[in-house]
């Protein structure tokens, strides 16, 4: 968040947005699953600008040995920032927002992942953020919830993420760069499909009315963004397995 150009106008008069979009409505969101032949489970996942690469390993035995536990699988999640992602190269390697990041989503998974089921192991979900506009957090966890199915993670269900913001003093649903960067507030936020929420944070300012309707807001977004993924992971799974033509 910083100063913005004094001519710079975020939301017209008539109430639309930069990209043309209302303050309701989120970004083109596209996913492709099982991209990785060699993960477990993997998606790829276009929102606006974003693109996001999730590989998830496991349950497998967890090294070091003394990261095991005795009674559930480590869930481990690695959030990395391509060094192109982004318009100044990004320092490789991690970062305190990077490190962040992991932690925050690595808990925003652990009420739905059933890990008492894999004694010892890791479950180990890799992202890789290649190309980044303003919400790759939400992004990644849209894809890791998605790449954990694939990889047949018991999970109680889907983890859905989108955030909100204050632009021009409006509160408006998944922040692109421009209103990430030149607006009053960011509030990314995950929840369950029961609509309990696993993340919150918040960055600048916001009243409460303000956080209650951007609340509002989110699981509108985050309910669109279930129907999405319910609709890939259906397409992949409900496909009927052809049974082999009966020898004449
Ligand atoms: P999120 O991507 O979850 O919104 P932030 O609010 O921290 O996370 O970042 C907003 C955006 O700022 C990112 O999506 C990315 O476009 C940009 N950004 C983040 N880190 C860097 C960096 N190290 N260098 C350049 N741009 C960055």
Redesign the pocket.
């Known amino acids: 968040m910083s100063n913005k150009p004094e001519n710079l106008i975020l939301i017209t008069d008539d109430g639309l947005r930069l990209d043309g979009r209302c303050a309701d409505e989120i970004r083109p969101m596209k996913i492709e699953i099982g991209v990785l032949s060699r993960a477990d489970g993997s998606c790829y996942l276009e929102w606006g600008r974003?693109k996001i690469l999730v590989g998830v390993f496991g349950p497998r035995e967890a090294h070091p040995r003394r990261s095991q536990r005795a009674d559930s699988a480590v869930i481990r999640y690695k959030y990395n920032?391509a060094s192109f992602?982004?318009?100044?190269?990004?320092?490789p390697g991690p970062?305190r927002?990077s490190i962040e990041?992991s932690k925050v989503s690595r808990e925003a998974f652990e009420p739905v992942i059933l890990a008492e089921l894999y004694p010892k192991t890791a479950i180990d979900i890799f992202v890789e953020?290649l190309q980044?506009?303003?919400?790759?957090?939400?992004?990644?966890i849209n894809a890791s919830s998605i790449a954990l199915a694939d990889a047949g993670i018991p999970m109680k269900g889907l983890i859905t993420s989108c955030?909100f913001g204050k632009v021009d003093g409006q509160i408006v649903l998944d922040?692109n760069?421009e209103e990430?960067?030149y607006g009053e507030a960011?509030f990314?936020v995950a929840m369950t499909q029961d609509g309990e929420i696993t993340l919150i944070q918040m960055?600048g300012h916001l009243t409460p009315e303000e956080i209650k309707k951007g609340l509002e807001l989110v699981k509108k977004g985050c309910k669109e963004i279930l129907a999405l993924q319910q609709a890939v992971l259906r397409k992949k799974f409900e496909t009927p397995v052809e049974e082999p033509a009966a020898e004449a």
């Open positions: 974003n920032m992602s982004v318009e100044d190269r990004a320092r970062s927002r990041i953020v980044a506009d303003a919400g790759t957090r939400t992004a990644a955030a922040l760069k990430d960067n960011d990314p960055d």
